[in-house]
């Protein structure tokens, strides 16, 4: 997992070259995932993180203030890809409802890309202050307009009926993060394309409009 070139840190790392900085603390951070998804967040130490990176304890200190920083950065990495991804996967995409499958699609697949970072925030956001959780809550609030926008326009254009744009965004989201969050249910009986299809035939499908099935059947049957 690379995490995204905009995560907003301001560690203070005593390496000066940014594409080393970069390069390591990639690495630290996959360990630091690694280690406090198997372990939890409080059992974790640096010395684990560090033993499973391959570096020194004083080296992660380098680049990292102390395991809540750390942990801190980590849990960005998932949302600040969605924010870096999700336009790139849907640039080419112009119609509401291939929008919005286009959103849910690629949600779905980053979080596949990194489901340890998101089963990692369930559990584990609730172990950082309030003024870093708001941090994270500022991020998710963002990535929420990826679904608010096209389910909007669907709405509009009169091919999803009118609803509770909030709660439907939410709900999306929330069966996007279940491949990660069940993924010990859901990976050995549905490929991520097939997971991606009973969602939809879920969650969109019975919204639509007369002419929201009639483009549905035409596109997307």
Known sequence: MVYPDNVDDQLSSSVSNPKLVKRR??????????????????KTTIQ??????GFSQGFIYQ????????????????????????????????????RLCATITSYC???????????????SSRSLPKE?????????????QFFHA???DAIESGLITELN??????QYIHFCH??????????????????????LQILVRPFLTDAGRSYWEKYHA
């Open 109 to 123: 697949q980053i979080n596949d890309e990194a489901r340890d970072a998101t089963v990692l925030a369930y559990r």
């Open 150 to 152: 096209p389910l909007a």
């Open 178 to 199: 279940g491949w990660a969050l069940k993924y010990w249910h859901f990976g050995s009986r549905y490929t991520m394309d097939e997971y991606i299809r009973g969602g």
């Open 132 to 144: 870093k959780r708001q941090v994270l809550q500022k991020l998710e609030e963002e990535t929420n």
């Open 25 to 42: 603390r990639e690495l630290i951070v996959r360990s630091a995932i690694t280690q406090f998804s198997e372990k939890g967040y409080y």
């Open 63 to 98: 680049y990292f203030k102390d395991k809540e920083e750390l942990l801190f950065f980590a849990l960005q990495v998932v949302l600040r890809k969605y924010i870096e991804e999700i336009p790139k996967r849907v640039s080419t995409t112009r119609h509401p409802l291939d």
């Open 165 to 170: 744009t909030d709660l439907m965004v939410y």
């Open 48 to 53: 684990d993180i560090a033993r499973d990176a």
